[in-house]
């Protein structure tokens, strides 16, 4: 078989698998735009790889997959960090800063796409899986989700298949309680909620966020964050809505005390979390920015995508 023919087999037989392999990569990553990013590079180790070998080509491309997503879940702690010369006066638009970094932006997902796969795995879920770790969500993803055996799943994560299925048990035990306590629920309304207000401080749209917010919202820091720039309490929804509008360029979503907020890191490390309060009406209550070192250390932090 000369190699014209041979990549257009490959190519047929991966186009097949496709599907499949967006799936997996989705329940891995919780992106559309990343789950496709995976699944081109397995693509592009399948046609370099000699392949003759293989009898299985769709468990060989989905342990592939399963190494790609793991390694960019493992890479996202380390991505999108932001110099200190943003400062913290950027992520609130204290009015000071005249320059910001920026950052490069890839193209927008596909909403549609987005949607589709949403729907098919449940975006309550996905908000669970978020905040488990890496190995954690690989092991119970390819397992509970996508039936692949332990042993398997062992060679990608490189623990032996009993340390595989505690991973496994361990993520199953912590989705089965968010579904019973509704926290699964319960967080994925407080996501969308903290998503479109930083989305609104970025664009600077002031009546969105004042729309956000409830009579009564209460902004505080705490002394650290005070120290670097920050006033001690702002209250109502104008003060605090001009106090993040045009900001929060610079904060990442993330999980963290049960909840779901915003955090600025710097080389990686977390400078300030944003504690949001979120009641039944989906309004903010209240924002809480927490600075204080020990604090932020004794936080089990988990990044989220957007």
Not at 108 to 116: G, I, T, Y
Not at 143 to 165: K, N, V, W, Y
Not at 182 to 201: D, I, Y
Not at 211 to 236: F, I
Request: no cysteine; net charge negative.
């Amino acid at each position: 078989m000369d190699d014209e023919t041979r990549e257009q087999w490959l190519a047929r037989d991966f186009e097949q698998q496709r599907p499949r392999l967006r799936a997996v990569a989705y329940r891995v990553l919780g992106s559309a735009a990343d789950a496709d990013d995976a699944v081109q590079e397995a693509w592009l180790r399948l046609s370099r790889s000699d392949t003759t070998e293989v009898t299985n080509l769709a468990g060989w491309l989905t342990t592939v997959v399963g190494r790609i997503s793991l390694d960019m879940l493992r890479s996202r702690s380390s991505r999108r960090e932001d110099s200190w010369d943003t400062g913290l006066a950027e992520l609130v638009a204290g009015g000071d800063v005249r320059t910001a970094l920026t950052q490069p932006t890839r193209p927008a997902p596909d909403p549609a796409s987005e949607v589709e796969l949403a729907d098919s795995i449940g975006l309550a879920l996905l908000v669970v899986l978020d905040t488990l770790a890496p190995a954690e969500r690989l092991a119970f993803v390819l397992h509970d989700l996508f039936g692949m055996p332990f042993e398997q799943i062992a060679d990608i994560l490189d623990r032996s298949p009993a340390a595989t299925r505690q991973l496994a048990s361990r993520a199953r035990r912590r989705v089965r309680a968010a579904d019973a306590d509704g926290s699964g629920p319960a967080r994925t309304r407080q996501r969308e909620v903290v998503t479109a207000f930083l989305a609104a401080a970025r664009g600077g749209d002031f009546s969105a966020l004042l729309e956000m917010l409830d009579p009564d919202v209460v902004l505080s820091a705490d002394e650290a964050a005070v120290a670097m720039g920050s006033p001690d309490v702002l209250r109502g929804p104008e003060a605090v809505a001009q106090r993040f509008n045009g900001g929060a360029r610079s904060a990442r979503l993330a999980a963290f005390d049960g909840g779901i907020g915003a955090v600025w890191t710097l080389r990686g490390e977390a400078m300030v979390a944003f504690r949001f309060t979120v009641d039944d009406r989906d309004l903010v209550t209240g924002i809480e920015m927490v600075a204080d070192r020990a604090r932020l250390d004794a936080m089990e932090i988990l990044f989220l995508t957007s």
